[in-house]
């Protein structure tokens, strides 16, 4: 796997896991703003988080599958991971 | 689920990943070090990361996953998450 930065704009295994954010949302039906403030995150990052766009911290991860009501093992699943 | 700061001490979701990560590694029979050379992870980082006591980015989680050999979605499984 190469060396990335903490900041990072293209990485498949993020797009992947931001993808499979972005479905499950919208499989529950919220929106993108919804997710952010039900898991306590900043609107402006959740969006780079769907779009794979940023390292997301472990936790975040965690309080995106709390919100989605999920797992990290079913969400990583569904990514392909 | 409770607000933390980036630097995290306890938190028992952060702990059940570093405790499955330990579990993999001593299954597959390498040492910390080994891993964390592995995973092109520090080795004092590494050894917070499986105590649970750094909010671990999501691309260091998967660096670990593949030195382990090992998908997210199974590690996360068996950290209960």
Same mark, same amino acid.
């Given at each position: 796997m190469p060396r990335v930065s903490s900041k990072v704009d293209i990485n498949g295994e993020l797009v992947a896991l931001g993808a499979a954010i972005r479905l499950h949302r919208k499989g529950i039906g919220? #929106?993108?703003e919804e997710l952010a403030d039900l898991a #306590?995150?900043?609107r402006s990052h959740m969006g780079k988080i769907e779009r794979g766009e940023r390292n997301v911290s472990l !936790?975040?991860?965690l309080r995106i599958v709390?919100? !989605?009501d999920t797992t990290l093992a079913k969400l990583s699943n569904s990514a392909g991971l």
């Open positions: 919220i #929106s993108q #306590s995150i900043d !936790l975040n991860v709390h919100a !989605l």
